[in-house]
């Protein structure tokens, strides 16, 4: 989009799919800036506290979004969060949707601690590719690019492809 010199990079994708270990490879690859939403929002406390059925904070979203809006304006940001249909379309150039396959990221939530319905509910969110869909009706379908993330190799390979994008990004030229 006009304005920026340096593109804006969407990571989304079910929790476990790899979006923290991808942004920090790719913000290294590339020099541009690493935003760990979940992070963010618990150490500025962009969230109206914790949700104790769903184990997670309440997100504000215009809060998120207010604390972002100029850094997104300047680019050069990988924002890594596992929804999108809430921030404005004209922040990103290029939104990422990592998938997994349901064995590996039962394996990786359960490693982390994750159990029950909250588990399950991470499982399911993966099987009925909601952050797929959600991308897909946020963005439009051209910047979008789904990638597999279940093992090693595909995470270099996936961080090979994207470092290559964003050499070959040129800012759209005004008017
Ligand atoms: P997210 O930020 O999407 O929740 P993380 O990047 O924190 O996911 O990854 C969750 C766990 O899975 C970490 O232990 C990470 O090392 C591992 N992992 C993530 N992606 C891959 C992959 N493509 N291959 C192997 N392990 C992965
Ligand atoms: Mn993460």
């Not at 010199?5 to 541009?32: D, Q, R």
Request: proline content about 2%.
């Amino acid at each position: 989009m006009a304005g920026r010199e340096k593109p804006n990079i969407l990571i989304t994708g079910t929790p476990g799919t790899g979006k923290t270990s991808t942004a920090s490879l790719l913000a290294e690859a590339t020099h541009l800036h690493h935003i760990n939403v979940g992070e963010l929002v618990k150490e500025k406390h962009l969230h109206d506290g914790w949700d104790s059925d769903l184990l997670c904070h309440i997100l504000n979203e215009d809060l998120l979004c207010d604390e972002l809006e100029d850094t997104m304006t300047n680019g050069g940001n990988i924002v890594d969060y596992h929804a999108c249909e809430f921030f404005p379309e004209r922040w990103f150039d290029l939104v990422v949707v990592l998938q997994t396959d349901n064995s590996i990221l039962y394996d990786r939530l359960t490693n982390r601690g994750y159990s029950g319905q909250k588990l399950q509910n991470n499982l399911e969110c993966e099987i009925f590719q909601v952050l797929r869909e959600e991308a897909e009706e946020s963005y439009r379908h051209d910047i979008i690019k789904v990638m597999a993330s279940n093992t090693i190799e595909d995470m270099s390979d996936n961080v090979e492809v994207l470092k290559a994008w964003v050499a070959s990004w040129r800012p759209v030229e005004a008017g």
